[in-house]
């Protein structure tokens, strides 16, 4: 259990199960950090090979838990609750959390109806490599995903809330946003910045370079000034951003790889290897 900072009661009781019951672990935050922070040190002090993320405010069903872990004996290294049936607000959460979703799983082509339901299972392979920060609990499966991990999306339960408010609702769309960009980038390009920034540099570099050998042409032909024209000035700038972004997608590259070298992290996942004969983890 995580305690973010609650004011319910709720450390003095989980502190009394935790002295009961040795298998039980208590985390308590010094202050509220956060469901992503939460959700990272629940990962961080729990031992088992499967991880379950889990709200305490009862609006998913623990007993959905058995499903999500049987649909992990078939194979699949994710498996992602879906509050198919939901029992929110229609305005300000289900229609957010469409609008969300559908986002979300366009721009990353991970196709997922729910990616708000904390309710998931999880092989602990698939949740190495990354770490935790800001508000990107909700993109776990994007970079599941990323290193391979076999996901599959169920059903489950979900009920009306008893416990606790909602902090969640239409503030949350701009950060969505924000992140997903960030997630973009970490996922398509944390290996190979220079695909992102010497892409666009090739491009405006190019179209610097033509439209100065237009004027050139011009001035060639027709003997106009063309120094005072505004496709000059565009011109000289755009190859001056594309040299610039070029040059920047360079010296990503060189501290990528300097990262890499540092923390001898390797730049792929491994699921199993097959040696003689045996199967090593």
């Known amino acids: 259990y995580v305690d973010d900072g609650s004011r319910d009661g709720s450390v003095k009781w989980l502190s009394e199960l935790a002295l009961q019951d040795k298998r039980v672990v208590l985390v308590e935050f010094r202050r509220n950090f956060g469901q992503t922070t939460a959700i990272a040190a629940g990962i961080d002090h729990a031992r088992g090979d499967v991880i ?4 305490a405010d009862m609006q998913n069903d623990p007993a959905d838990i058995p499903m999500l872990l049987a649909k992990l004996d078939e194979g699949y290294d994710v498996v992602s609750g879906w509050r198919k049936d939901r029992e929110d607000n229609a305005l300000t959460r289900n229609l957010p959390s469409h609008m969300a979703n559908w986002l979300i799983s366009t721009v990353t082509g991970v196709r997922l109806h729910d990616y708000g339901c904390t ?10 490599g990354f770490r935790l920060y800001g508000e990107m609990h909700r993109f776990i499966p994007v970079y599941a995903n990323s290193v391979g991990a076999k996901m599959l999306e169920v059903p489950v ?9 909602s ?3 239409l503030e949350r769309t701009t950060k ?6 960030a997630v ?3 996922t ?5 910045p220079i695909y992102l920034f010497g892409g666009g540099g090739i491009l405006l570099f190019a179209a610097g370079f033509v439209g100065l050998v237009f004027l050139a042409i011009r001035k060639l032909i ?3 000034d063309i120094l005072n024209s505004p496709i000059f000035i565009i011109s000289v700038m755009a190859a001056l951003m594309g040299f610039q972004s070029i040059l920047m997608g360079l010296i990503a590259e060189l501290l990528v790889r300097t990262y890499h070298e540092s923390q001898q992290k390797p730049t792929y996942t491994v699921r199993h290897i097959l040696r003689n004969g045996q199967v090593e983890q």
Do not use: C, M, P, S
């Open 184 to 186: 973009q980038f970490l």
């Open 52 to 55: 379950v993320f889990l709200d």
């Open 167 to 169: 902090k969640y609702g």
């Open 176 to 181: 969505v946003i924000l992140d997903l960009i």
């Open 188 to 192: 398509r390009y944390a290996n190979k």
């Open 157 to 165: 339960r979900h009920h009306a809330r008893q416990f606790g408010k």
């Open 119 to 128: 309710l998931k299972a999880y092989r602990r392979e698939a949740l190495t």
């Open 222 to 224: 027709l003997h106009i």
